[in-house]
């Protein structure tokens, strides 16, 4: 019961809050992961520079996911003061409004036919060039995002803390941080990064699944089991390709295709069916989104219902 009322206080702070905006930890985390990159990410060699970075990933995470475990140990004996303390960490782990807050701010000038506003908005938002996008492919980049970032930001982040309390969302929280810091396949993290993003992949393997069932649920559930299916497999991510291809099934849109980065284009995979994006479709995603969110809640009410009975 505490896992719940731990889990709806978080949320009703993340509706009723945002993400906080000032003296965030994984603001002070991130400061300390440039310190250890930049410490430990030199010119190596490709086996030295993977260790020297699944180095830097331990010497970031373990030692905050034990204080976390030993904190959460030590409130044991206080019911109360443990799903409090739990339900504010769980709340400086997941993003739900935030992530909304984002999609709107591409959604609004993208209807009001301010591409220039709109472009910039969905440049905080994803690391493809944004300069020459057009509506479209504004509207794609964004609805993506909802649907990647739901699961890593939101369902990942409860799926941990369900399965082992506060240390789990610390683990996965600190983790898909450094994945998204050290994850570039580029050249300064192409080898360091390494670990960071192997790691994130693990943990991400069964929340992403998740995710994408839950989509297929939410949405239109046929094309979307049927996107899953056909397509996850041709996405380069693992969890990635699972979660954007329900999602994009569950709207009856068509994602993916060409996009620039780094100032050249990049072939991807079509995914989902339909037509292409377009403003709208970035609402429909928040919305998919918040639907699946209600959903995993109900789940879990139910699951700790029946976990209650089975104990009387």
């Known amino acids: 019961m505490s896992v719940l009322i731990s889990t709806l206080l978080a949320l009703f702070m993340d509706h009723r809050l945002g993400e906080p905006k000032r003296l965030h930890p994984l603001v002070g985390f991130g400061s300390l992961a440039d310190v ?51 339900a504010a960490v769980l709340y400086l782990a997941i993003g739900w409004q935030s992530l909304i807050q984002h999609a709107k701010a591409v959604y609004t000038p993208l209807v009001d036919g301010d591409i220039e506003q709109a472009r910039q908005a969905v440049s905080y938002i994803v690391s493809r060039d944004t300069q020459q996008l057009n509506e479209s492919e504004v509207a794609t980049a964004a609805t993506e995002s909802v649907l990647e970032n739901g699961a890593d930001a939101i369902f990942a982040a409860l799926f941990w803390f369900a399965l082992a309390g506060i240390p789990g969302v610390v683990l996965y ?6 994945d998204a810091m050290w994850g570039y396949k580029n050249q300064r993290f192409l080898h360091f990064g390494w670990a960071a993003a192997r790691i994130d992949d693990v943990l991400n393997f069964v929340p ?3 995710t994408a069932l839950t989509y297929t649920l939410c949405g239109h559930s046929r094309i979307a089991w049927r996107s899953w299916q056909q397509q996850a497999g041709t996405w380069k991510s693992p969890n990635a390709g699972p979660v954007m291809a329900a999602g994009a099934g569950a709207l009856q849109v068509q994602l ?33 989104v918040e639907r699946s969110l209600g959903l995993w809640v109900a789940a879990l009410v139910i699951l ?9």
């Open 36 to 86: 250890l990159e930049s410490w430990l990410n030199n010119d190596q060699p490709v086996n030295a520079s993977r260790w020297w970075g699944l180095t830097a990933w331990v010497l970031a995470v373990l030692p905050l996911t034990y204080i976390a475990y030993a904190v959460s140990d030590s409130l044991q004996a206080s019911w109360i003061l443990h799903t409090l303390v739990a």
């Open 173 to 178: 929280r600190l983790s898909n941080t450094l």
């Open 208 to 210: 992403a699944r998740l």
């Open 256 to 288: 993916g295709g060409a996009a620039p980065y780094h100032g050249q284009q990049q072939s991807r995979p079509s995914l989902g069916e339909g037509e292409p994006a377009q403003a709208a479709t970035i609402m429909q995603a928040c919305q998919l």
């Open 304 to 312: 700790l219902v029946l976990m209650q009975l089975q104990g009387n």
